[in-house]
């Protein structure tokens, strides 16, 4: 029977092959903005120095050594279904400046490939004004850049004066450049070879989106059951991603490193920010443990259809909530609509939590986990039928979805539309607190 169900348990991690090729909130600096831009402290800081990753890691290089072997240690500890880093990987101050970058990258085991430019992410409205911009296939290592080129991205040079602001909310975005791609040992590449992750747990390793997913994605709140026997749901690394760049963020601003300090605090907060989305948190947001474990064993007698049906309709779902929170955010922007609920919600957080290491899996999934059924019920009450409850239907990349808001205003009037914002500024109002308690932690001294 064991054997049974650990079988149906390992066919669920198909339902993540397509449902991890999504991006939790699209276009984090958006969000990120609402709620940075209100802290007094950082909106009249003075401006920062810009500084290439070489020349940070250069002259902090024994610094730098000393708190990732902290961190490592920490991380052995403090992380239940933690890789540990080889040996050899360790970061170490050797005084060469030639393969510096690439020791940091292994070391923090991230895509080397990663393009790191010096740069800022442009709001709606905001205008490069004749200064030099950055294309964004120089910006991700993705090949689809579909989804950037509403935005200007502005070039920065070392030695230039910027505001901290700016820089922190950029950096939100940039976890999803392609920093978190190939690090398995199943993806074909040099570096998944020898970070130490092991197979890639969930996603379809040949898929070049899918394999970032465990560390964009963290689900820590299933019944146990689940983790019984499906422990490859266990191996997720936001909680890494999270602690890493807060520790690196808060050594360079004791080096006095403040444009590094805040492009790491960026990272972390994205990551941080992605635990707040539902279907970044809830592997089939609606679904009982039952009826997935149901659904699998009928798909191990060859009764598959179940299953793809529940695969098909969870990626559509995540697709039209992402799609819907990108489309109305962006035109709130465009027409200073400074009522829109989304920025509202962004505007007023939920009561601050303080932040400890626990925070990301007991407060932000936490919460997120918690509302995933309603979300998914909202769904099917106020949005068409065939995005999300048509399994023959495919939401990502249609028609349908490119004018998501209409549709959804033709179907059930201007009250579906009102739903839908409602449900996602809910997840806002956490949100904004997560990503503020994250800030103050870094910065309480
Ligand atoms: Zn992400």
Redesign the pocket.
């Known amino acids: 029977m064991n054997r049974i169900i650990r079988t149906a348990l390992l066919s669920l991690a198909m339902v993540f092959t397509i449902n991890s090729s999504l991006?939790?909130w699209s276009e984090h600096p958006l969000l990120a903005h609402q709620v940075l831009s209100r802290i007094p402290q950082l909106a009249s800081s003075e401006s920062i120095e810009v500084r290439e990753l070489r020349s940070f890691l250069f002259r902090n290089e024994k610094a730098i050594e000393l708190k990732l072997a902290e961190l490592e240690d920490w991380s052995r500890q403090n992380l239940p279904n933690y890789d540990p880093l080889p040996e050899a990987l360790a970061f170490k101050a050797t005084g060469n400046k030639e393969d510096i970058v690439i020791r940091f990258y292994h070391a923090i085991r991230i895509n080397p490939n990663v393009k790191m430019r010096l740069y800022l992410h442009l709001l709606p409205g905001e205008e490069a004004e004749g200064k030099p911009t950055v294309l964004p296939q120089e910006l991700t290592t993705l090949s689809d850049v579909s989804e950037m080129k509403r935005t200007v991205y502005l070039a920065l040079s070392e030695g230039d004066m910027v505001s901290p602001l700016s820089v922190l909310v950029s950096a939100n975005d940039e976890?999803?450049y392609g920093f978190d791609l190939g690090l398995y040992e199943d993806n074909n590449t040099e570096h998944g070879k020898i970070y130490g992750f092991g197979s890639q747990p969930f996603g379809n390793p040949n898929l070049d989106y899918g394999s970032q997913a465990p560390f964009?994605m963290g689900f820590y709140h299933e019944a146990k059951i689940i983790f019984k026997f499906g422990a490859f749901l266990k191996k997720t690394y936001p909680e890494y991603r999270i602690q890493q760049y807060k520790v690196l963020s808060e050594l360079a601003f004791e080096l006095g490193e403040d444009y590094w300090a805040y492009r790491f605090m960026g990272w972390g907060m994205?990551y941080l920010g992605?635990m707040s989305m539902p279907y970044h948190t809830a592997p089939l947001p609606g679904t009982s443990t039952l009826k997935m474990l149901w659904i699998n064993i009928k798909a191990m007698i060859g009764l598959s259809r179940s299953k793809d049906n529940a695969v098909q309709l969870v990626s559509n779902k995540h697709s039209v909530l992402e799609r819907f929170q990108w489309l109305e955010l962006r035109k709130a922007y465009e027409t200073n609509d400074s009522l829109h609920p989304m920025l509202v919600a962004l505007q007023n957080p939920v009561e601050m939590v303080e932040y400890n290491s626990q925070f990301p899996v007991h407060i932000a999934a936490m919460g997120s986990v918690d509302v995933s059924k309603q979300v998914n019920k909202t769904l099917l009450k106020w949005v068409p039928k065939k995005l999300i409850a048509d399994p023959k239907f495919e939401a990502s990349g249609s028609a349908e979805l490119q004018e998501l808001n209409k549709s959804i205003e033709e179907y059930k009037g201007k009250e579906g539309v009102d739903q839908m914002n409602l449900a996602i500024a809910q997840r806002f109002s956490n949100y904004s607190m997560h990503i503020a308690s994250y800030y103050n932690a870094i910065n309480k001294n």
């Open positions: 991006w939790a976890p999803d964009h994205h992605d």
